[in-house]
């Protein structure tokens, strides 16, 4: 009984509420999330520190994400692209390659960081940079401007 009194006291006083007198309303686009650009950010740092014409000899990795001969071919056969190393250098061709294995892998950055890697004892080490960098990144946009 107590709560039944209870829920028609609530709906008979918002029944009461009345909205403003507004006649316009205003529409705001939702911004896209990307859910890896965060880890992006970070692995573009560890790789290249950005630099799009990086090349790493040893590795054959090029590009700002260092990709590697056998990832491009294993793109191009997936998707039916047809790019070639030197493509790897541009950014768009680059993040699109990275975005493509990372969908794939989940939203788990350590497991998409050290499957990008490759494996062995030094993805242990490359997931150790990747995460210091997302820790700095976190910690730039928590910084308080006074008002």
């Known amino acids: 009984m107590r709560i039944t009194m209870a829920m028609m006291f609530l709906l008979l006083s918002t029944a009461r509420a009345i909205a403003p007198n507004v006649k316009i309303l205003p529409v705001v686009e939702a911004q896209r999330v990307d859910i890896y650009e965060k880890l992006m950010k970070a692995i573009l740092e560890v790789e290249s520190a950005g630099d799009t014409l990086a090349y790493n000899p040893v590795e054959q990795a090029y590009g700002p994400f260092q990709i590697r001969p056998i990832r491009l071919t294993d793109y191009n056969r997936r998707t039916g692209k047809s790019y070639l190393m030197r493509d790897c ?59």
């Open 89 to 147: 250098y541009t950014m768009k061709v680059s993040r699109e390659v990275f975005r493509y294995y990372a969908i794939r892998i989940g939203s788990d950055y350590e497991t998409i960081a050290r499957k990008w890697n490759g494996s062995g004892v030094m993805t242990n080490d490359y997931w150790h940079k990747v995460k210091t960098v997302l820790s700095q990144q976190e910690k730039k946009l928590s910084i308080r401007v006074p008002s």
